[in-house]
């Protein structure tokens, strides 16, 4: 596709239940970036992966969250006993290569989680 | 101490009238890049102008350019002509070169209503 793609968009669940939000970067991108962004609020790092290799998980907020890019393209980000702490917008972004400064990231229409 | 700041959290200007975001920095690398991205209201972010720390000149990019004055550690955006599409919420962002240039940190970001 043109564009960084998530699915869903929207994704509303019960407080204790798992999901899984995907992300679909652009093709031949190498890098790929999760962010959360709760309301009023600028994106939050949460991890970074190079190819499949995941190299940077930093800003993961505890061991419920985890994430996975086997092949090297797709990635799913998966929160296991969602609360509602949890609800955010949930970014994908990818860019072209890694470890360049300038090297410019594209944002995807997001997820927007609720946990009720 | 924040990385990012952004002191505006709202900020209007009339259509067709110039109108200064602020955004400061704090980082001890050398190397770093800084970023504005715009979000309307249907939320996705949109990139608007990059720059780099070594960047001598200020970045333009149409109608934005960034005042880039590195001993304040300030990296505003400037909007010249504003329109009624420019309403939106504005993020500064920086690339850091000591974290492997693998994640942007966001400021808070500024909400900017254009009036006719």
């Known amino acids: 596709g043109a564009g960084v793609s998530q699915s869903p968009r929207y994704k509303v669940t019960k407080r204790g239940q798992d999901v899984a939000l995907r992300c679909d970067p652009i093709?031949?991108?190498?890098?790929l970036y999760w962010y959360r962004q709760a309301l009023g609020q600028g994106p939050e790092f949460l991890t970074y992966f190079n190819y499949e290799a995941q190299q940077d998980k930093s800003g993961l907020p505890n061991d419920r969250f985890s994430a996975e890019r086997p092949e090297g393209s797709i990635s799913t980000l998966t929160i296991q006993r969602t609360e509602q702490r949890d609800s955010a917008m949930y970014r994908c972004?990818?860019?072209?290569?890694?470890?360049?400064?300038?090297?410019?990231?594209?944002f995807g229409p997001g997820t927007r989680l609720t946990v009720l | 101490a924040q990385k990012i700041t952004q002191t505006q959290p709202g900020m209007f200007v009339q259509e067709k009238e110039a109108v200064t975001l602020d955004c400061t920095y704090d980082t001890s690398d050398q190397s770093y890049g800084l970023f504005w991205y715009k979000q309307p209201s249907s939320g996705e972010m949109i990139f608007l102008i990059y720059q780099g720390s070594y960047d001598e000149q200020n970045a333009t990019e149409g109608r934005y350019s960034l005042n880039f004055q590195k001993a304040r550690k300030s990296a505003n955006l400037v909007i010249s002509a504003s329109q009624l599409g420019d309403s939106a919420m504005y993020f500064c962002?920086?690339?850091?070169?000591?974290?492997?240039?693998?994640?942007?940190?966001f400021g808070a970001g500024t909400r900017l209503a254009v009036h006719p």
């Open positions: 972004a990818s860019s072209l290569s890694q470890g360049s400064v300038a090297d410019l990231q594209f």
């Open positions: 962002a920086m690339r850091e070169g000591s974290g492997g240039y693998n994640k942007l940190i």
């Open positions: 093709s031949g991108h190498v890098s």
